[in-house]
């Protein structure tokens, strides 16, 4: 979401300048006495300024069985309004201020967020304060706003990409909480209207202040932020609950799912357990470049799958950044489901030989350079400062850690990236999704 672009030279110009922080503005921490985080970046923009709360509570924390999908769920609550503040004039207020609130849940996080008038911020934190230590709701309530989440699971599960992904994170995981989308089990969401007191001791756990971190991006000082966190957030009370996610056990042989669907293209998706986010381990950056190089489409498989071949109509790699050892995923639509199993082993090809070749140093420097200016381009506005470091405070609670981040893909060499090629591109680590009209995958 882009608001307000700067000129691109200008943008270049400043991360150039700063080559170990590829963000070129002070960022500004500070932490209440209740153990809230407040997080402020002057930017110019005048008259905005992007307001987030980050809530490090996802999917990832529903730990006991039978409960899944309760972190989304309470992105929908949090909309329907408290005393103070009635759904209708919560939205009045808010058309007041020029801004839209709107949320997202994922695995490692909820995150709420609103862009608008910075002279009305002082508003925007009386009303988030109002329903985050304000929230109450009937059992009523409760029981429809569950009947809504299990509408979008429905509507969202129409799709074969949501099944495959529901199928592929059920085969993959055995033990840690990734097992289950950010939906949750259907068995969960069916019996969600029943769980309404485990509702509220969900919401007592983590909606408290030790588990938030509130950004603000633009046009606003860190004593202006940092009195309006303490005048509305600073009696919110300290909670207790410690959240305890079972580790995954160590998967030793490849593991496969499949979904027959004839409706779309054929899907090969190879999923590789990689791991968690870190800014000091050299793994983390060398896969994300290893990616770049192997799947993008400058990549020599891109050219010959897509382009020369035609068998394959896209083709990417991408791992996700999370608090614990998730999955790297190659992504493939093909054109004809016969042509699974050749793809596969083409893919399998190019990291095996990746592994003993690897690549050219001027590769290696045109992709993280793509990828570093790429990224540079995204935080040129408060919204998008703010939605990237709420990525890195999801993450391990700094959002310092983009710049740390950014300065070890610097340090990445061609070894690290066969390195990591080597210990983490295993077929002991793999799980292979599929999609097509076949009752079976076809793939070995």
């Given at each position: ?124 934190f009386e009303i988030e304060a109002d329903r985050f230590m304000g929230l ?129 293209p054929p899907v090969l998706s190879l999923n590789f357990k990689t791991p ?165 995958g076809g793939v070995k």
């Amino acid at each position: 979401m882009k608001t307000l672009m700067l000129p691109l030279i200008a943008v270049l110009t400043t991360v150039a300048s700063l080559s170990a922080q590829i963000l070129p503005y002070p960022i500004q921490q500070k932490q209440l006495a209740n153990g809230l985080n407040v997080v402020t970046v002057q930017f110019d923009s005048p008259g905005l300024a992007a307001f987030f709360i980050v809530m490090r509570v996802g999917s990832r924390n529903e730990v006991e069985e039978g409960v899944t999908g309760f972190a989304h769920f309470f992105e929908h609550m949090m909309f329907r309004g408290t005393e103070k503040y009635p759904r209708d004039k919560y939205n009045d207020v808010l058309k007041s201020v020029g801004a839209g609130a709107n949320a997202n849940t994922w695995f490692d996080r909820t995150i709420y967020h609103m862009t608008g008038d910075a002279t009305k911020l002082e508003t925007m934190f009386e009303i988030e304060a109002d329903r985050f230590m304000g929230l109450k709701y009937t059992e009523h309530d409760f029981k429809t706003e569950a009947g809504a989440v299990k509408g979008e699971y429905t509507k969202n599960n129409a799709s074969p990409y949501s099944q495959l992904e529901e199928n592929l994170l059920n085969t993959a995981f055995d033990r840690h909480t990734y097992k289950h989308t950010t939906m949750g089990f259907l068995k969960d969401i069916v019996d969600m209207p029943n769980q309404y007191k485990y509702s509220l001791e969900f919401f007592d756990r983590y909606y408290r202040p030790e588990y938030a971190t509130i950004v603000v991006v633009g046009d606003a000082t860190p004593e202006q932020v940092n009195k309006l966190a303490e005048k509305y957030f600073g009696m919110w009370k300290h909670g207790s609950y410690i959240s305890t996610v079972a580790p995954e056990s160590k998967q030793d042989s490849t593991r496969y799912t499949h979904l027959q669907n004839g409706s779309i293209p054929p899907v090969l998706s190879l999923n590789f357990k990689t791991p968690a986010y870190s800014d000091t381990d050299i793994n983390v950056p060398a896969i994300d470049v290893l990616n770049g190089i192997l799947f993008s489409e400058t990549s020599p498989l891109y050219k010959k799958l897509v382009l020369e071949e035609q068998k394959v109509r896209s083709l990417s790699g991408d791992m996700m950044f999370t608090r614990d050892p998730y999955l790297s995923s190659i992504e493939a639509s093909l054109i004809k489901k016969e042509d699974l199993q050749y793809v596969k082993d083409e893919i399998m090809k190019a990291i095996e030989d990746f592994k003993k070749n690897g690549t050219t140093e001027k590769t290696l420097a045109d992709t993280k350079s793509r990828m570093k200016y790429s990224y540079a381009m995204s935080i040129d506005n408060p919204t998008g400062i703010a939605n990237s470091l709420s990525t890195f405070i999801t993450l391990i609670g700094d959002p310092e850690s983009l710049n740390r981040l950014y300065a070890l893909y610097e340090k990445v060499t061609v070894n690290d990236l066969k390195a990591a090629a080597v210990k983490y591109y295993v077929p002991s680590g793999l799980t292979v999704a599929t999609i097509s009209a076949d009752a079976q995958g076809g793939v070995k």
